[in-house]
């Protein structure tokens, strides 16, 4: 069965600093894959996604993740942190179920940024 | 602004109540979903829809009803509310065509009592 896991629950980094988020997903065929923000309150944003082709993909909001086949993972990587990326983050991977292209979610990653 | 409104974004109810959350978008979308939102579970599909008059479930549909009379509307109701149904609840629509491009309403956080 189709399922992704991020490992780490609650990170927290100094303004500045760099960022990586983990992701590993399980599926049986090419996955695409998602990296969706979630600022309080708010709805999600999508960040970036991966269908094929180039492995390293660029988001929105100097985000970027590296897609590694070897390895099932989809981390996301941010070279300096602003308190404003404060937030939960959320991997998905689209799966084909019915005739209906769904998102299954990891449980998320909440971000705390310190000054 | 264009997009997927969702009301009310907060609502309390007493166990065994039914109500109905709405979800309204303007981008002429086909497809259309509601998922829930639980802490360390992430968000969990609950019912879709691939047009007017098509619906399905999802992975966790006990205990919500839906509906499709329109492109515009997707309503999920709750007929008789538990404590277990206490979450936050998000709508996403897409085009035919665009794939997994979903766009997501703010929420509606339902606490059950």
């Known amino acids: 069965a189709q399922s992704v896991t991020q490992p780490d629950i609650h990170i927290t980094v100094s303004e500045g600093a760099s960022l990586e988020l983990r992701c590993n997903y399980s599926y049986g065929a090419t996955p695409y894959l998602f990296w969706y923000v979630q600022s309080p309150g708010q709805g999600l944003q999508l960040l970036l996604k991966?269908?094929?082709?180039?492995?390293l993909v660029q988001g929105i909001k100097g985000f970027e993740a590296e897609f590694k086949r070897s390895q099932s993972s989809f981390n996301l990587r941010k070279p300096s942190v602003h308190w404003s990326d404060a937030a939960e983050y959320f991997c998905a991977v689209g799966a084909r179920s019915g005739g209906y292209n769904k998102l299954i979610f990891g449980a998320g990653t909440r971000l705390a940024v310190h000054p | 602004n264009a997009g997927v409104t969702q009301t009310p974004k907060f609502q309390v109810l007493k166990t065994g109540q039914s109500m109905t959350l709405q979800c309204a978008q303007d981008?002429?979308?086909?497809?259309m979903s509601w998922y829930r939102q639980d802490p360390g579970m992430g968000l969990r599909l609950i019912h879709y829809?691939?047009?007017?008059?098509?619906?399905d479930q999802g992975e966790v549909p006990n205990g919500y009803n839906v509906s499709r009379s329109t492109t515009e509307d997707f309503p999920l109701r709750l007929l008789s509310a538990a404590p277990s149904q206490t979450s936050v609840y998000f709508c996403?629509?897409?085009?035919?065509?665009?794939?997994?491009?979903?766009?997501f309403g703010s929420g509606t956080r339902l606490t059950v009592v």
């Open positions: 829809s691939v047009g007017a008059g098509i619906t």
């Open positions: 981008m002429n979308h086909e497809y």
């Open positions: 996403a629509s897409r085009s035919t065509g665009g794939y997994y491009g979903y766009t």
């Open positions: 991966y269908f094929s082709g180039d492995t």
